[in-house]
């Protein structure tokens, strides 16, 4: 509480109890009394409030202290405008791309009939025997590429023309080609004509047909 709030509860304080107890008829500094207070009603209302006075001030800590307004205190009425916080920090993650990984187109089983049939007419016997299965070496020539070479040679073979060459059948995993073939062998290359019937199989580590089985017709 201010100085000068505690003087001056304890003077009026002590002007209340002294009309109480006197009704009047004295002076305080410029203040004079007026000596007509005598309803006893005043003077015990003067006593009460001049002991209350009194104990307020010599007792400071009991008066309500109003607690200094905070320049951010809104009056009443007014639209107080909050600025929004900190927004929380995003991560930008980078965008997720998806490629398309093409699936390899499945080669025409006829152009590799054709293709074999061409390497073993021209003599090409490692090519075309890498074209076969495994199975197909295993079973014809028991693995041995002197056994498939040697089989052309003793043929004693010129050419072999392929012609009439038709899709049977064809699925994710095996085809069946159908063709009409000339052989023309001995030193006279003598032609002589078959029907065949190509199974082949399909290899998806390398994306070729094998030739896996001949059926002659």
């Not at 980078?94 to 152009?111: C, H, L, R």
Request: glycine share 6%.
């Amino acid at each position: 509480m201010p100085e000068n709030l505690v003087i001056g509860l304890f003077v009026f304080g002590a002007v209340l109890i002294l009309i109480s107890l006197l009704g009047g008829g004295f002076k305080i500094f410029t203040i004079v009394v007026s000596s007509s207070i005598s309803n006893p009603i005043i003077r015990v209302l003067a006593f009460i409030l001049g002991i209350t006075s009194m104990f307020l001030a010599l007792i400071p800590d009991m008066m309500p202290v109003p607690l200094p307004e905070s320049p951010n205190t809104p009056s009443p009425g007014e639209v107080v405008y909050f600025p929004p916080g900190p927004q929380p920090t995003q991560t930008s993650l980078p965008p997720t791309v998806i490629y398309n990984t093409p699936t390899p187109q499945i080669p025409s089983p006829t152009d590799f009939a054709i293709s074999y049939w061409q390497n073993v007419s021209d003599g090409r016997y490692e090519i075309s025997w890498a074209q076969l299965s495994p199975r197909f070496r295993q079973v014809m020539h028991n693995n041995e590429y002197t056994n498939y070479v040697q089989g052309y040679q003793q043929m004693n073979l010129c050419s072999i023309v392929v012609s009439n060459v038709n899709l049977i059948h064809q699925d994710l995993y095996s085809a069946v080609v159908a063709a009409h073939f000339t052989y023309y062998t001995r030193a006279q290359c003598n032609s002589s004509e078959y029907n065949f019937e190509m199974w082949l199989v399909y290899d998806g580590a390398s994306n070729l047909w094998l030739f896996d089985k001949n059926i002659k017709k």
